[in-house]
């Protein structure tokens, strides 16, 4: 006679409580480089809608001469509603009681976390990629608002957009353009270091001064990871020498690497298909900067929620009644949105 075995069925909601415990414990650790909050602005909140200021003038002190005029924040403004997104696992729970193969989720709740803290990344990625029209120059006014016509990237952004004589900017260069005396070739060089230190050096507020503002580094897809390395962790480079008449390379001299160390930054999310279904550019790098005092003006603005959302579906829900399926879900709540353009350029290089 055959013998029987009798197998005790596993626990469901131990099961669904390890995929919980799982995703906590990565979302913790936050394995994950997120360069969204770290450059730009990120606002961990659970409020559905938020507005944030844009003031149009910046601080700075004048001669006390009469009435003490005051500077308003909310003179534009910049609105934000967040987005659900959302992720889960889910199997039936005959599979998950009985298979004697069952080896548990496997690596699918880290993922989901690891994903979670991602998304901040993937939004401004999507940002980056679709270069969208600024609130900070739209004009509302009593019959309504004039649209923006400016972009984040943009050839010429004015420091003061209610006195056109105080100058502008460009934040949007590619190869062959020259940029503060530098000619920018099609590669990661000393000629876009010196040209970027020059650029936010002259980045001035609506009143007309120097924000303050220091390059701090390169974001780069990863695609130019390598490209940037070589440029920036050699202690010496090669500089051509070119005869009396600068027309032809004579020969070359080992120099010491002044700008060793450069702050690379580099952002997988750049490249691929985005939320919005466009397609991040590989050979495109970004600029951007910091300031030593004060907060620098914030490139985009990330709204995340505080914690994910997990849904659970065990064998009380109607999931499980209607399809036999057990699982876990979590629900995001984030948004990301372009804000102001002075501490960051976009730099297009030939592929």
């Not at 298909?273 to 914030?298: E, H, N, Q, R």
Request: hydrophobic share 45%.
């Amino acid at each position: 006679m055959a013998s029987s075995y009798h197998t005790m069925p596993r626990d469901v909601q131990l099961a669904l409580t390890e995929v919980s415990q799982d995703f906590d414990a990565a979302f913790a650790l936050g394995d994950v480089e997120q360069w969204a909050g770290a450059i730009g602005f990120q606002r961990n909140s659970d409020a559905i809608a938020v507005k944030f200021p844009l003031p149009l003038s910046a601080a700075g002190y004048v001669l006390r001469n009469g009435d003490d005029k005051m500077r308003r924040l909310y003179e534009r403004s910049l609105s934000m509603t967040v987005e659900e997104w959302v992720d889960g696992v889910e199997e039936k729970a005959a599979v998950v009681e009985r298979a004697a193969d069952w080896i548990g989720w496997n690596n699918e709740p880290a993922n989901m976390a690891a994903e979670a803290l991602r998304l901040p990344n993937i939004l401004v990625a999507d940002v980056l990629a679709q270069n969208p029209l600024l609130d900070f120059y739209r004009v509302e006014h009593s019959g309504g608002s004039t649209a923006s016509t400016l972009h984040l990237f943009d050839s010429a952004h004015p420091y003061n957009v209610l006195d056109a004589a105080i100058g502008d900017f460009d934040n949007d260069w590619q190869a062959a353009q020259t940029v503060q005396g530098e000619l920018l070739s099609a590669q990661i060089d000393n000629a876009l270091v010196r040209a970027c230190r020059k650029h936010f050096r002259t980045i001035c507020g609506p009143n007309g001064r120097p924000l303050g503002l220091r390059f701090a580094g390169f974001l780069v897809a990863a695609g130019r990871e390598e490209e940037a390395a070589d440029a920036f962790e050699r202690d010496t480079l090669i500089e051509l020498v070119r005869n009396a008449a600068g027309a032809e390379n004579v020969s070359g001299v080992a120099m010491g690497q002044r700008f060793k160390g450069t702050k690379i930054v580099v952002a997988d999310e750049l490249t691929g298909i985005l939320p919005s279904g466009t397609t991040g550019d590989g050979d495109v790098l970004y600029a951007f900067a910091t300031k030593a005092s004060g907060t620098t003006p914030a490139p985009w603005i990330v709204q995340r929620g505080s914690t994910p959302e997990e849904i659970r579906y065990d064998k009380d829900s109607d999931r499980y009644k209607d399809t036999g399926m057990i699982g876990v879900k979590y629900v995001l709540q984030a948004a990301a949105r372009a804000a102001l353009p002075h501490a960051i350029v976009r730099i297009k290089l030939a592929p």
